[in-house]
C-alpha cells in the first residue's frame, strides 16, 4: 500500500505524469482538482478560500477555521480513496497532509521552462511576455497558498524524497524512473506505518464532524487519535462545547473511545507587535504543548504615562476572542471588501497561526497605562504565567529594557501569577546548550567532591577528631562545604528535570 505523492506548479505536469505512472503501476489517481470539486459539493467555499489566500486578507478566525475545514477534509477523502490500497495523488502541497508516514513517497517535479511557456501562450492565447508573466504570477500565487494553509514552503527540497527536473529529462524517462523507486522497500507499508496512518484518517474524519456541526463549528478544538482513542482538547473559554463533542463524534466508525479534554491552563502574552515567526512565539508554543496550555494574546499600546489617563480600548473584545472593526467583520472570497486594513500589529495573524494550532485562548488589544493594563488582566481565567513581550516599541531603544522591568514589578504585585519578559523564557522553562553546557559542569563537579569525600574518608575523621576540642574550625568548614554541595546537587536535579520536560 504506497502512497506517491506528486507535485507541481503545473497541473499538465503533474496530471501527464501522475497518469502515466499510474497506468505502469496498475495504481488508482487522484488529482486535486477532483477533490476540490468533492469539497465544493460538500458546501466547502474552496473558491472563496483560494482567492482570500491570494489577495492576502487580514486573517480572522473564519478564514482559519474554514482552511481547517478544508485540510480535514482532503485528508479524509485522501485515506478513504486509499484505504488498504496503494494510491497516486497529484496536486500542490497534499503530502502535507500526512506527515511521519513511512510508505509515503513524495514528488517534487520541476517544468521545463520553454514547454511550459509554449504550452501557455497556445492554450491561453497570449504572447510571450504575458505567458511568462502569467506563469509567474500563478507560481506565486501556489506558493502562497501552500505557504499560508499548510505552513510550509513548497520549494523546501527536504519536504520531498525526490525531486525531478525535466529541462533535460523526457517524460517516458522520467515516468520510468519513478515507476522503479515506487517499488522500493523504503516505501512499503509497516505495521507502524499502517497504525500511524489510521491514525491521520481516524483524526482528519473527526476534525471534519466536528467543524460541521452547528454545536461545535466555532470551537478552536485540537484533534489526535491513537489507536482508536480519540482525545479533543478545547480552550477554556470554549468549554460549554464539550458536552457536544462526544456526541458528534458518536456515529464515526473506527472509534473506540472520546477524550473531550479542556486546555489546563492560559498563558498571557503582552506585546505590541506579534509575528508567529518569533522567536518568542515559538518557545511559548514549546511550552503551551508541554503544560497543555492555551495562548492568549493582548496588544498593548503604551500611550501614556502611567496614572495619567485612563486607557481606551484600540478594538473591541468579542466571546469569541476576534477583533473586528466597524464596517468590516472578516470574510472570505467575495465577502472580503478592497479596503486598506488598519494595522493591528501581527494580532489577527498570530491569532489564525494559534486557531491552527489549536492554542487560541482569545485575543484583544489595549491603549493606556500600567494600571488599565493590570484592570484588564482578568482574574477569573487560569493563568500559570505572564510573559511580558516586545513593548514601548516608540521609546528609545536604550530606555526599553527599563519600561519593561517596571511593568514586569508593577504587575508582579498585583497578579498572583509569575510575570517575566520574554528575554526570560528561555532561561526559565526551555534547555539550551548553554544550560547543558552547566549541567555537565555542575555533575563532573558533584561527582569529583562525592569522589573525593569517599575516597578520603579517613583524612576527613582524622581532620575532624584532631579539631574535636575546636569545634569553630569544623562548624566552619561543614557550614561551608553543606551549601556548596546542595546548591551543586539542586542544580544538577532541576536542569535535569528541565532537559527531560519534567515540569
Not at 488529482?31 to 487580514?58: F, H, Q, Y
Not at 516505501?187 to 499502517?194: G, W
Not at 473584545?317 to 477583533?323: C, I, P
Request: charged share 25%.
Amino acid at each position: 500500500m504506497a502512497i506517491v505523492f506528486i507535485s507541481s506548479t503545473s497541473v499538465e505536469l503533474r496530471k501527464e505524469v501522475a497518469e502515466n505512472l499510474a497506468r505502469k503501476l496498475g495504481y488508482p489517481c487522484l488529482s486535486r482538482e477532483e477533490v476540490v470539486d468533492r469539497a465544493t459539493e460538500a458546501g466547502i467555499p474552496v473558491g472563496k478560500l483560494e482567492m482570500a489566500v491570494i489577495k492576502s486578507p487580514a486573517p480572522s478566525e473564519r478564514l482559519a477555521r474554514l482552511k481547517e475545514r478544508f485540510l480535514a477534509f482532503v485528508t479524509a477523502v485522501i485515506c478513504e480513496q486509499a484505504g488498504e490500497k496503494n494510491l497516486i495523488y497529484h496536486g500542490r502541497g497534499g503530502h502535507f497532509l500526512l506527515q511521519n508516514i513511512s510508505h509515503v513517497f513524495r514528488i517534487r517535479l520541476v517544468p521545463n521552462r520553454e514547454s511550459r511557456i509554449q504550452t501557455t501562450m497556445l492554450r491561453l492565447r497570449m504572447d510571450r511576455p504575458q505567458a511568462e508573466k502569467y506563469i509567474r504570477q500563478v507560481d506565486q500565487d501556489i506558493e502562497k497558498w501552500v505557504h499560508l494553509v499548510h505552513g510550509q514552503e513548497i520549494n523546501d527540497p527536504r519536504q520531498y524524497d525526490l525531486i525531478l527536473n525535466l529541462e533535460n529529462m523526457s517524460m517516458a524517462n522520467a515516468s520510468a524512473a519513478l515507476c522503479s523507486m515506487a517499488e522500493l522497500p523504503d516505501f512499503r507499508p509497516t505495521p507502524a506505518s499502517i497504525r500511524t496512518m489510521e491514525d491521520h484518517c481516524l483524526a482528519a474524519h473527526a476534525r471534519l464532524k466536528l467543524a460541521l456541526d452547528g454545536r461545535t463549528a466555532e470551537a478552536d478544538l485540537r484533534v489526535s487519535a491513537n489507536e482508536g482513542v480519540i482525545t479533543v482538547t478545547y480552550m477554556p473559554r470554549q468549554s460549554q462545547v464539550a458536552k457536544f463533542i462526544p456526541e458528534v463524534l458518536a456515529d464515526l466508525r473506527g472509534i473506540k473511545e472520546v477524550l473531550a479534554t479542556m486546555a489546563e491552563t492560559n498563558i498571557l502574552w503582552i506585546q505590541e507587535a506579534f509575528t508567529p515567526q518569533s522567536e518568542t512565539y515559538t518557545q511559548l508554543n514549546q511550552i503551551a504543548q508541554r503544560w497543555g496550555a492555551a495562548i492568549e494574546l493582548l496588544r498593548f499600546v503604551s500611550s501614556l504615562e502611567n496614572g495619567e489617563k485612563a486607557s481606551e480600548e484600540i478594538s473591541p473584545v468579542l466571546s469569541s476572542g476576534r477583533m473586528e472593526k466597524e464596517g468590516y467583520v472578516g470574510g472570505i472570497g467575495e465577502d472580503i471588501p478592497d479596503i486598506p486594513e488598519s494595522d493591528d500589529g501581527g494580532l489577527k495573524q498570530t491569532m489564525e497561526e494559534l486557531i491552527r494550532q489549536g492554542r487560541s485562548g482569545g485575543s484583544h488589544a489595549l491603549a493606556g497605562n500600567f494600571q488599565a493594563l493590570s484592570s484588564a488582566i482578568s482574574r477569573n481565567a487560569n493563568y500559570s504565567l505572564v510573559v511580558i513581550g516586545d513593548l514601548f516599541l516608540s521609546k528609545a531603544e536604550i530606555a526599553r529594557p527599563r519600561m519593561v522591568r517596571d511593568l514586569k514589578m508593577f504587575l508582579g504585585e498585583r497578579i498572583r501569577v509569575p510575570v517575566i519578559s520574554g528575554d526570560e523564557l528561555q532561561e526559565k522553562y526551555l534547555f539550551s546548550r548553554k544550560q547543558l553546557v552547566k549541567l555537565l559542569i555542575f555533575m563532573a563537579a558533584v561527582a569529583g567532591i562525592y569522589w573525593a569525600v569517599f575516597t578520603n574518608q579517613e583524612p576527613i575523621l582524622i581532620f575532624i577528631q584532631k579539631y574535636k576540642g575546636w569545634n569553630l574550625l569544623s562548624l566552619i568548614t561543614i557550614g561551608l562545604f553543606t551549601p556548596l554541595l546542595a546548591y551543586l546537587y539542586g542544580t544538577v536535579a532541576h536542569l535535569f528535570l528541565k532537559m527531560i520536560k519534567f515540569d
